[in-house]
């Protein structure tokens, strides 16, 4: 079940890629998603599928090969992918992120080495900040990148890493300068086949094998100045912008499975039988729906909000961590009570239900918990109100 084109959707310059997206979500993701949950994985042939099927670098300027849609055209395309697989649209996104990086903050270098491949999805990126011992805290990662006259060398693990299952070029985050804080941190680009890159097997997590996650160990691993994308201090800067526009995006992940499960259920309720009539006769069943498609508004309406604001090049702080807090509330709580007009129908593995419920909550933590959304709304609301605290 996939979302459905909304009354006043634009079909301007991401219109053919937005129809391309829900078509591929709906002919090729959902008929397969149960199959890749219970397989433990989503074969590697899918990201090459998604590209030829024009979903190719999303966000990469159509100079450099890719689509170059804005951000408001983008987040649609990923809400029709998230109707069908929440986890699998999430990974394509990093993997079209990591792309969009190579493409517009990447040397010569970077672009001839890996930008084709990774824009045919025949290389798949992954983006690898968070630590065993540094998740909210991202400033505070050790993974230590030392410098010689030759280059670097790596030592560290990364946790939690979309994809690390099976990419093939690693956006790396490390510390150059143990001590210095965000100034010393960098980012390199890694290929996963480089000695002393080691990946762990994919995280064995019930409703969530697409978002392919693992650790990735580096134990000595030699990098050359090339590999070397974002210099000490530039690393975290371009981390943290790169945020605000994934938790935007974590925003459009939650309202497509909203979208899919209010579907899915009224289509349910509709054709299911009590007590003499259809389940949906029932008041007890509309109204809750009635709230679900009440939050699945306000979440599209908040996270159009952050979506414009980084297409005029603000940093939409404030308005992401809006988005993404009530989305992936709104989502969890949705997708429960979609399930709950289902009756356990809605369990069942035929509908998406309790794939998104998983992913739902899944959503709480990625780019930044609920909890660190309400930090940054809190220091904006007391930076507005002039308040200073001690
Ligand atoms: C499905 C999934 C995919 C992911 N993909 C990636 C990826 O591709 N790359 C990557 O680098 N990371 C990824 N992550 C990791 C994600 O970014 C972290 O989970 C997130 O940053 C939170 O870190 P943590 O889980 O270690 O929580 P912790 O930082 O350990 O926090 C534990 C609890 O303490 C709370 N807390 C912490 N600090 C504060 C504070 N200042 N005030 C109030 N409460 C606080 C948190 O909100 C949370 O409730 C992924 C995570 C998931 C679940």
Redesign the pocket.
């Known amino acids: 079940m996939v979302s459905p084109p909304r009354s006043g959707d634009k079909v301007a310059a991401g219109g053919g890629v937005l129809v391309t997206a829900r078509k591929f979500a709906e002919t090729y993701i959902a008929p397969k998603a149960s199959a890749w949950e219970r397989e433990g994985a989503v074969p590697r042939r899918a990201f090459e599928d998604a590209a030829t099927a024009g979903l190719r670098g999303i966000l990469v300027p159509n100079d450099f090969g890719g689509c170059g849609l804005g951000f408001t055209e983008a987040l649609e395309v990923l809400e029709a992918l998230a109707g069908a697989n929440a986890?699998f649209a999430?990974a394509l996104w990093?993997h079209n992120n990591a792309t969009n990086t190579v493409a517009r903050s990447g040397t010569d270098f970077h672009r001839n080495a890996y930008l084709e491949d990774m824009l045919k999805g025949s290389h798949i990126g992954?983006?690898?900040?968070?630590e065993p011992d540094?998740?909210?805290?991202?400033a505070a990662i050790t993974t230590h990148a030392e410098r010689h006259d030759d280059g670097w060398t790596l030592n560290g693990t990364?946790?939690?890493?979309?994809?690390?299952a099976q990419a093939d070029i690693l956006l790396v985050?490390a510390q150059t300068n143990p001590g210095a804080g965000v100034l010393g941190i960098a980012a390199f680009l890694v290929p996963a086949d480089r000695p002393g890159a080691n990946r762990t097997p994919a995280y064995d997590l019930p409703g969530?094998a697409a978002?392919g996650?693992s650790d990735i160990i580096f134990e000595d691993c030699k990098l050359s100045e090339d590999d070397l994308l974002l210099q000490p201090g530039e690393g975290f800067r371009a981390a943290m912008a790169g945020i605000n526009q994934a938790r935007t995006f974590v925003g459009a992940l939650c309202c497509g499975m909203l979208g899919s499960s209010l579907e899915t259920a009224l289509k349910y309720a509709a054709s299911r039988s009590a007590f003499g009539k259809s389940t949906l006769e029932f008041q007890g069943v509309q109204w809750p729906l009635a709230d679900v498609a009440t939050d699945l508004e306000a979440a599209r309406l908040l996270t159009r909000h952050a979506a414009e604001a980084l297409d005029r090049g603000e940093t939409a702080i404030t308005p992401a961590a809006h988005a993404k807090k009530f989305a992936s509330r709104a989502a969890f709580d949705g997708v429960s009570n979609c399930m709950q007009a289902m009756g356990a129908a809605g369990l069942r593995d035929t509908y998406p239900l309790s794939r998104h419920l998983v992913?739902a909550k899944?959503t709480h933590?990625?780019?930044?918990?609920?909890?660190?959304q309400?930090?940054v709304i809190a220091r904006a609301l007391m930076a507005q109100h002039g308040i200073k605290i001690e």
């Open positions: 986890a999430f990093v992954a983006f690898c900040l968070t540094a998740g909210s805290d991202a990364k946790s939690w890493v979309t994809n690390g985050f969530a978002f996650l992913t899944m933590f990625l780019d930044g918990t609920t909890e660190i309400n930090v």
